[in-house]
């Protein structure tokens, strides 16, 4: 499976978890556990430069 279906079904995994609603912080974290238990590595919220 391509990195893009696991990714898009995570996060569909999430939002039927959880439902509407919540803060996107809470998504947020919900997400990363979720990536976590698919055993994939991730950087939340990185700092990028813009010019």
Same mark, same amino acid.
């Given at each position: 499976m !391509?990195?893009?279906k696991v #990714?898009?079904?995570a996060a569909? *995994?999430?939002h039927? !978890?959880?439902g509407p609603g919540l803060?996107? +912080?809470i998504y947020e974290w919900c #997400? *990363?556990?979720e990536l976590e238990l698919r055993?994939? +590595?991730f950087i939340s919220q990185k700092a990028v430069?813009?010019?």
């Open positions: !391509d990195l893009t #990714l898009i079904n569909i *995994e999430v039927r !978890d959880k803060f996107e +912080s #997400l *990363e556990k055993t994939l +590595s430069t813009v010019h």
